[in-house]
């Protein structure tokens, strides 16, 4: 398997590595930089608490993604959003700031933005399928390799916005793999402090409940 991962480390890569999100990344990277031409929707679901927004910076902030766009931008999305904000500050990593603007023109402002650029937009935590709708018309279809990254944790808004790729399910394994990595990096003796017990039993848990 190509690791599309490889190439120069940056001061943060080698805790990104033991923190465990290198293979998840690796596969996220080949799916944006890879596939159809046409406009397409990648997905990162998994439950709260596991790192969706981690390995989604991980993946925009990599040197791959960054050659392979013309423009990069992302913003977090939750559950109570305000439209407006969502608008400026994907505008203000395209093309600056842009408060002055009127709400109604930002839409509008954004959509020539992007037209005729390989694009790479993530929004992070969507709640509902109508965050996207109230946003899509503003990511024009150049056919030309843009791509949509959003993270949440409803697996049925993600299958419901899909467009060609699959939703990539955060392979929970890998993150547990990680977490006995970081474990014997900082923690060399046996003894590992309770915090940390108690927060890889509470996130078991919730993995359980979510899976059932």
Avoid at 51 to 80: N, P, Q, W, Y
Wanted: charged letters at 30%; one cysteine or more; aromatic letters at 10%.
């Amino acid at each position: 398997m190509v690791n599309v991962l490889k190439g120069e480390r940056t001061s943060t890569s080698i805790d990104e590595e033991v923190v465990g999100f290198k293979e998840n990344a690796d596969n996220i990277i080949k799916q944006l930089t890879g596939g159809t031409k046409e406009l397409d929707i990648d997905s990162i679901v998994g439950i709260p608490g596991l790192g969706k927004t981690t390995l989604a910076t991980m993946v925009f902030t990599h040197h791959c993604v960054d050659k392979h766009f013309d423009v990069r931008s992302r913003c977090s999305i939750s559950k109570e959003y305000n439209l407006r904000k969502v608008f400026l500050e994907i505008l203000k990593q395209v093309v600056g700031n842009m408060d002055d603007s009127p709400s109604e023109d930002l839409p509008d402002k954004l959509r020539k933005s992007l037209m005729h650029k390989r694009y790479l937009i993530v929004l992070d935590d969507i709640w509902e399928v109508e965050a996207w709708e109230e946003l899509q018309l503003s990511f024009p279809d150049d056919e030309n390799g843009s791509r949509v990254v959003l993270t949440t944790r409803d697996e049925e808004v993600a299958r419901q916005l899909k467009h060609h790729s699959d939703p990539y399910f955060f392979d929970f394994s890998l993150w547990m793999r990680a977490g006995t990595c970081f474990r014997r990096k900082y923690f060399k003796e046996r003894f590992v402090p309770q915090t940390y017990l108690k927060q890889d039993y509470k996130l078991l848990k919730t993995a359980r409940d979510y899976l059932l």
